[in-house]
């Protein structure tokens, strides 16, 4: 089985994309996540460009990776400048790594251009900077930066830059399509071309723009490429860098080439989810092979056929990837959807079809009501043990008040009372926040930490407002939904009512009770 290398930048291009940032401490956890799962290479930065970048590679330097080679960004030396007494190649070495990624113009237009020097000055610049590291004793991977619009514009000349790396001791070049711009066929022709003239290992780096970095970077490993870069999750500039969460399973189980190792495949669903939670970014549901609609099955045609063998709407067993089957519920269900969510929160079957349909008008009368099931897999299973199952409620409202002050010229004050039975025990708690929701789940709290005290770990990490009939004003229905998490696992929850307070209780509560049901079974 043929090898491709798996070449990682979600740290230096993937976060120049739009609202990612990472601290240095957070790189060194990508970092090191990509290292065990045997990425062959992670690039930490451009230390020449930012201190940041340059804290990364002083602390990685403490670990002992396993497999993933560290390498350092950096462009060739600047025009008219000894390459040893250039600023950006000193960085370079100052960080301390064994791979240098030194990238250079392939695009005459950019030579004479953007950098304003002589289209030889530019050979011996990229012929020195790879030389010169070389000769430091580090491996050099060349980006060739605009290669496929450079080759469009002057072929001849694109190809001597290539030849200038290779002359310099490259041990990769990488084509690069900067812009974007280009398409699979464009990219795959290129590709044998190069590979006809050059002895030295390819590889590509594809940007987003016409939505073609996956597929661009596949023509190009089938056109003879060995490296392939790009970032988790598609992050970097404009509309970012080419998917590894969606060309590692491509090459894997679509083209049978060697990546990384099948277990690590596993954990690439929890990988992707990893780095958009350093990244600050919600994870993008609809992602293929990771998002978490990616095998999420709605139509009730659908799911009666993945009922009965799930390759009929499935291209791929999602574990293979680390994902998971979800059978969402909704006004679109029919009895599949019901009897397959049954099956998987292991109730019994055998209930008689009378009940089983009950149960699935009483969801469609609460999805007329405005509820929705689809984020709130939570309050849905709570729906169903109360149905079902003589389900006991770890705690019982009695009341519940909640007082909002607002005086000119001091801020706004929110507390909440409430009075709840738990087992025998009546509780009776009082609780301020810095608003009428935070109030209420204060006390909630409250209330049931003597009893329950693992309800310490459950974090509110997501709160949703949606007005439902905006022509109804300040009257109208709202549904609020709410994600929990208690550092293992998240869960959604939904209320609805006309009054936004009694909406987020009933969410709140949800969330609560859920959380202490899942805890039970463990
Ligand atoms: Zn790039």
Not at 315 to 327: E, F, Q, S, T, W
Not at 413 to 426: C, H, L, N, P, R
């Amino acid at each position: 089985m043929a090898v491709v290398e798996i070449y990682d930048t979600t740290l230096r291009d993937g976060s120049q994309g739009e609202g990612v940032s990472f601290s240095a401490e957070d790189k060194v956890k990508i970092a090191l996540r990509l290292d065990k799962m045997g990425f062959h290479f992670v690039e930490g930065g451009w230390p020449g460009s930012n201190p940041k970048d340059m804290a990364f590679f002083q602390r990685i330097k403490n670990y002992r990776l396993s497999c993933a080679r560290i390498a350092a960004f950096g462009s060739t030396r600047k025009p008219g400048v000894p390459v040893q007494e250039d600023a950006n190649i000193r960085c370079l070495l100052a960080a301390g790594v064994s791979t240098a990624t030194i990238f250079g113009k392939s695009w005459d237009l950019h030579v004479t251009r953007a950098l304003g020097t002589t289209l030889e000055e530019n050979l011996a610049m990229i012929e020195d900077t790879v030389g010169y590291l070389k000769s430091r004793g580090l491996m050099v991977i060349y980006d060739a930066e605009h290669f496929f619009d450079g080759f469009k514009a002057n072929a001849e000349y694109a190809l001597a830059t290539l030849k200038a790396a290779v002359r310099g001791g490259a041990d990769r070049v990488v084509l690069c399509d900067t812009n974007g711009g280009s398409l699979p066929e464009e990219i795959a022709a290129i590709v044998r071309r190069v590979r006809d003239e050059l002895p030295t290992a390819l590889g590509i780096h594809c940007h987003n723009d016409c939505e073609l970095a996956v597929a661009n970077s596949l023509a190009a490993v089938q056109a003879g490429v060995t490296h392939v870069q790009g970032t988790i999750n598609g992050y970097g500039e404009r509309c970012g860098n080419a998917n590894l969460c969606s060309i590692i399973p491509n090459l894997t189980f679509k083209y049978g080439y060697e990546t990384i190792p099948r277990s690590s495949l596993a954990q690439l669903t929890e990988l992707s989810r990893y780095v958009s939670e350093l990244a600050n970014l919600h994870p993008n549901t609809h992602q293929p092979y990771v998002g978490a609609s990616a095998f999420a099955h709605k139509g009730g045609v659908h799911v009666s056929a993945i009922l009965k063998d799930p390759r009929t709407y499935e291209h791929i067993d999602p574990a293979l990837v680390g994902n998971r089957r979800r059978v969402l519920v909704s006004e679109l269900s029919g009895l599949s959807n019901l009897l397959y969510k049954l099956k998987e929160l292991n109730f019994n079957l055998d209930a008689s079809q009378e009940d089983t349909r009950r149960f699935l008008e009483e969801i469609k009368e609460l999805e007329n009501q405005g509820y929705v099931f689809e984020g709130a897999e939570g309050s849905f299973e709570l729906l169903l043990r109360r149905a079902y199952h003589n389900y006991r409620p770890p705690f019982k409202l009695e009341s519940l008040r909640v007082i909002i002050e607002l005086k000119e010229n001091s801020p706004v004050y929110s507390e909440a009372i409430i009075k709840m039975t738990v087992g025998d025990e009546v509780v009776h708690t009082a609780a301020e926040g810095n608003g009428p929701v935070n109030a209420l789940d204060n006390a909630l709290r409250k209330a049931l930490e003597i009893f329950y005290p693992d309800i310490r770990r459950m974090q509110l990490t997501d709160y949703k407002v949606r007005v439902l009939d905006e022509k109804d004003g300040t009257g109208a229905v709202v549904r609020v939904l709410i994600e929990t998490g208690d550092g293992e696992r998240s869960w959604g929850t939904v209320g609805v009512s006309t009054n936004i307070i009694e909406a987020s209780w009933q969410a709140l509560a949800d969330s609560i009770a859920y959380g202490l049901l899942k805890n039970n079974e463990k």
